[in-house]
T-cell receptor, first 112, second 112 residues
């Protein structure tokens, strides 16, 4: 089945140690999104790609970077994780702007 | 800034009853979407309603949109234990905006 896959599902990293979360999709969608969701809160958009065009949200910390090497894959890099970066990270895709988004299961990041 | 707010924040009802959740937003929109999130999982798209539509149905779901009041409601009829989840509304502000802004969510608990 076509889907959005996130690996790993659970990630533990140490304070200040770089970590990379990955997302892949078999939907061939143009748009890919990364969200951060903390407990009992709404998903917060970090950035998104429309094809290769990168769009950063104004309040996304510089500590967060992203790469989209091809249509199928997108990565979230956290250069120096702090305790406040512990959260669920959700990847989503959409065929076109404004259409329904398809979410992966998320990666829960713990920072020790 | 957060676009949507949902009401109530939490709702508990008996299985078989109807559940109604409301969403208010601040600026004009192109479409409004509702998503469900089971605990610790990704979001699942439920229904999309465009700004020129007033009501939409999908199975046991009924969504209304009142653009003059900048509000939407999600009705789940004949609730089931499996409907227990958090429900989020999300708005696309402008056509082709590429991104959604999520509301604060309603935590729905169905009591068997």
């Amino acid at each position: 089945d076509a889907m959005v896959i996130q690996n790993p599902r659970y990630q533990v990293t140490q304070f200040g140690k770089p970590v990379t979360l990955s997302c892949s999709q078999t939907l061939n969608h143009n748009v890919m999104y990364w969200y951060q969701q903390k407990s009992s809160q709404a998903p917060k958009l970090l950035f998104h790609y429309y094809d290769k065009d990168f769009n950063n949200e104004a309040d996304t910390p510089d500590n967060f970077q992203s790469r989209r090497p091809n249509t199928s894959f997108c990565f979230l890099d956290i250069r120096s994780p702090g305790l406040g970066d512990a959260a669920m990270y959700l990847c989503a895709t959409a065929r076109l702007a404004g259409e329904e988004q398809y979410f992966g299961p998320g990666t829960r990041l713990t920072v020790t | 800034s957060q676009q949507g707010e949902e009401d109530p924040q939490a709702l508990s009802i008996q299985e078989g009853e109807n559940a109604t959740m409301n969403c208010s937003y601040k600026t004009s929109i192109n479409n409004l979407q509702w998503y469900r999130q089971n605990s610790g999982r990704g979001l699942v798209h439920l229904i999309l309603i465009r700004s020129n539509e007033r009501e939409k149905h999908s199975g046991r779901l009924r969504v209304t949109l009142d653009t003059s009041k900048k509000s939407s409601s999600l009705l789940i009829t004949a609730s089931r234990a499996a409907d227990t989840a958090s429900y989020f509304c999300a708005t696309e502000r402008d056509f082709g905006n590429e991104k959604l802004t999520f509301g604060t969510g309603t935590r729905l608990t169905i009591i068997p």
